[in-house]
């Protein structure tokens, strides 16, 4: 049964992300958190803004916790999915980056590049991320704010 | 003189990152790369989103080749430089990510933290941003194209 510290996680990935976002699902179900994988490609070549745009619809609509994507460098998933203004996506791959991106930035999403991280590194930053919570100074939530405002450009 | 291979970079930077984005603007112009630097604070306290968006005006008007952001983890930046479409931003803190964003991403943004990046390090990381070249792949146009695109949420 899931702790009172258990979170809600939805996983996707592109073609290049499948196996180490198989990794992080079963290490985020094997601490107890409800875990939620939308990832649709077998395997067969896929776009990452596609991708995204699903995963986000669903995380959104399911208002789960937190959104973790994987692609081969993660750079692809982290622009698309700071998109969506309703998303803040940091590209990690040490624990201290993911530390600092749910403090300062109430980050909601992360992501992963297969190709850059090894599988217990990111099981590393994954733990970071969940464990870390929002710095709710005022100064900090007003940035967040902002970053939900529609751009001129 | 500034050679063939010379490029046109807009920098810029919040509090937290004043010093590594003085460090870089340096080495650019080292290398005879033309360098323009709209940072707007001296050191006091400044939001991120709002700095991103004086940049991205300026970058873009200017048509210049890249945009450095600089703040203390990079996160901040790198989510609100992504806000807008016309850019993509990678936050990096080695070499190959960033050559895998400019060759897969086609990413005409770099992110850097303050707090996490050594100065040699980051000079690294520019130095392999400014000498890959995007990938023309259809695939990799064809998604970099999506990037651009309206988000449905």
Do not use: W
């Amino acid at each position: 049964m899931a702790g009172s510290g258990s979170k809600v996680l939805v996983f996707s990935a592109d073609h290049g992300g499948i196996d180490l976002k198989n990794k992080l699902v079963a290490h985020a179900g094997s601490l107890g958190h409800t875990v939620v994988d939308v990832t649709r490609t077998q395997g067969e070549s896929v776009d990452y803004p596609d991708e995204v745009g699903a995963a986000v619809e669903y995380f959104l609509q399911r208002q789960a916790d937190f959104l973790v994507l994987v692609c081969g460098s993660g750079v692809g998933v982290s622009i698309a999915a700071n998109r969506h203004h309703k998303i803040r996506a940091v590209l990690a791959d040490n624990p201290y980056t993911a530390a600092l991106a749910r403090a300062h930035n109430h980050a909601n999403c992360l992501c992963l590049g297969q190709r850059l991280v090894g599988e217990d590194m990111a099981c590393a930053v994954l733990d970071s991320f969940i464990a870390n919570q929002p710095d709710l100074s005022e100064r900090h939530k007003r940035r967040v704010h902002k970053l939900e405002e529609p751009c001129r450009t």
